[in-house]
C-alpha cells in the first residue's frame, strides 16, 4: 500500500469552480511531485518541490497552482480548468528530489485523484 | 499519431509462464531506471530499480536487465500470475535533468 495518500479520490468540477487537491505523506521525504496522466498514456510532470520550494514548473498553465504548506503536504490549486484538463492527477514523493542515487530517491506515488472538468 | 498511442502494446501470457517486458530508452545520458506497476484506477507501484553502473538487479520473482550498448532496458516476471495483470512503465532519470521520463508503457495480460 502507498504511503503517499491523496485527496480527493473523484472530483468533478465545472470550467469556473476552484477546487483543490491534497497529497500528505509521512515517509519524512524532501522532494514532491505532482504528475498528469491521460487515459493508455505514461504519467508526465508537472512541478517538482524540494525541501518545500518549487524546483522545476513543466511549463504549466496558470490555471494549475501547486503549493507546499510544509515537508508533510502538497496542493494543487484549480481554477478555470478546461475539458481537456480531465485527467488523473498523481502525486509523488521521493527522499531527495531527482531519483538519481539508487533506491534512497525512488518516486512513490499515490494512488491518484481522478479529475473531471465538465 | 495520436491513434498509436491509443493502444498500449500488449504481451499475453499463461499462468505460470515466465514474461519479459522490454524498453527502449534513447538517452545515453540516462543513469537511474525504474519498473513501475499501474493497475487499472490506482497510482504506478515501484517494483524494482536499476542504476547505470549495474547491468543485472533481482528483486522478488522479478528481474531487470540493462544494456547500455544498445539502450535496453527489461524486466523479467518469474510465473507469472492473474495478479501480475497490469500496465508496466519503465522510467528514465536524465543526468542533469533531475526528473524521471517515462516510457509509454506494456499491458500485460495473464490468462489463468
Known amino acids: 500500500d502507498t504511503e503517499v495518500t491523496q485527496t480527493p479520490k473523484h472530483l468533478v468540477m465545472g470550467m469556473t469552480n476552484k477546487k483543490s487537491l491534497k497529497c500528505e505523506q509521512h515517509?519524512?521525504?524532501?522532494?514532491m511531485y505532482w504528475y498528469k496522466q491521460k487515459a493508455k498514456k505514461p504519467p508526465e510532470l508537472m512541478f517538482v518541490?524540494?525541501?518545500?520550494?518549487?524546483?522545476i514548473n513543466e511549463s504549466v498553465p496558470s490555471r494549475f497552482s501547486p503549493e507546499c504548506p510544509n515537508s508533510s503536504l502538497l496542493n494543487l490549486h484549480l481554477h478555470a480548468l478546461q475539458p481537456e484538463d480531465s485527467a488523473l492527477y498523481l502525486c509523488a514523493s521521493s527522499q531527495a528530489w531527482g531519483g538519481t542515487r539508487g533506491a534512497g530517491n525512488t518516486i512513490y506515488f499515490g494512488e491518484g485523484s481522478w479529475l473531471t472538468v465538465v | 499519431g495520436e491513434s498509436v498511442g491509443l493502444h498500449l502494446p500488449t504481451l499475453s501470457v499463461q499462468e505460470g509462464d515466465n514474461s519479459i517486458i522490454n524498453c527502449a530508452y534513447s538517452?545515453?545520458?540516462?543513469?537511474?531506471f525504474i519498473w513501475y506497476k499501474q493497475e487499472s484506477g490506482k497510482g504506478p507501484q515501484f517494483i524494482i530499480d536499476i542504476r547505470s553502473n549495474m547491468d543485472k538487479r533481482q528483486g522478488q520473482r522479478v528481474t531487470v536487465l540493462l544494456n547500455k550498448t544498445v539502450k535496453h532496458l527489461s524486466l523479467q516476471i518469474a510465473a507469472t500470475q492473474p495478479g501480475d495483470s497490469a500496465v508496466y512503465f519503465c522510467?528514465?532519470?536524465?543526468?542533469?535533468?533531475?526528473?524521471?521520463?517515462f516510457g509509454t508503457g506494456t499491458r500485460l495480460l495473464v490468462s489463468p
Open positions: 515517509m519524512g521525504h524532501r522532494a
Open positions: 522510467a528514465e532519470n536524465i543526468r542533469g535533468f533531475q526528473k524521471l521520463v
Open positions: 518541490y524540494s525541501y518545500e520550494k518549487l524546483s
Open positions: 538517452n545515453s545520458a540516462s543513469d537511474y
